[in-house]
């Protein structure tokens, strides 16, 4: 039995063909032809079962057979916002891993002590893109572009906010606690800080506008693993079974 080929295709539902860059890997290193089947998915929510109608040089076209409706498999939408690290490698990394395990949102942090502060979120759609089709996820997380903190935290948000720190002058809770008691549909929003951690400042101003302060454990992480280790903790405590 042949794999089944996914391919990422917005409102495919409305759509006749495969985009461009979907269209070259299935036409020249898939060597589709006509009448293969497909799947496509629309990152929002569906897969479509179809095949090939016309296969060119350098366009692919379909016809969808049959629609394919997914469930969600965790409740509540989960919001990592972080701030980047220097090498973006590492957060090339972390963005694969987190829509493999499954999230909703990524927003990136101009901190005051951050490392880094500019990203290019292109690159990062394409990472989030192979990564959902290699791990058949049928929603697509949504990147956002780069936001000062204080402009993070004065936009209003749903459900429970967290702002992870390292402080032990600023009393904390467990985060993995705090989630677990939550009601089963809210929302979770997390925030870390780059590798210098938030400052002092920039915690009393999120615990101002209703973040609570929280832990991620006695050990000592670097960016990219506390934000990938909260992910899966809401993860854990959001999934369906």
């Not at 929002?44 to 049959?66: D, L, M, P, W």
């Amino acid at each position: 039995m042949k794999e089944a080929r996914y391919f990422y295709v917005p409102d495919a539902i409305h759509q006749t063909e495969l985009p461009a860059k979907e269209a070259l890997h299935a036409l020249r290193v898939l060597r589709l032809k006509g009448g293969d089947e497909i799947f496509l998915m629309d990152g929002e929510g569906n897969f479509f079962q179809a095949e090939v109608a016309i296969a060119s040089s350098k366009h692919c076209t379909y016809r969808i057979t049959k629609v394919l409706p997914q469930e969600k498999t965790w409740t509540g939408n989960i919001h990592l916002a972080i701030a980047p690290t220097k090498m973006m490698d590492r957060i090339e990394w972390i963005v694969e891993k987190m829509t493999e395990i499954g999230f909703d949102e990524l927003t990136f942090l101009n901190c005051q002590f951050s490392e880094r502060r500019q990203v290019r979120t292109d690159r990062l759609e394409k990472i989030v893109v192979s990564a959902m089709k290699q791990s058949r996820k049928a929603w697509k997380p949504l990147v956002h572009p780069i936001l000062s903190f204080r402009e993070f935290i004065e936009t209003p948000r749903t459900g429970q906010s967290f702002i992870a720190h390292c402080y032990n002058e600023i009393a904390r809770n467990d985060f993995y606690n705090e989630i677990q008691q939550s009601a089963d549909n809210q929302n979770i929003t997390i925030m870390i800080g780059p590798e210098g951690d938030f400052s002092v400042d920039e915690v009393k101003l999120a615990m101002e506008q209703g973040y609570k302060p929280v832990s991620l454990g006695q050990n000592r992480l670097r960016t990219e693993t506390a934000g990938l280790f909260s992910v899966s903790m809401a993860q854990l405590v959001r999934r369906k079974f």
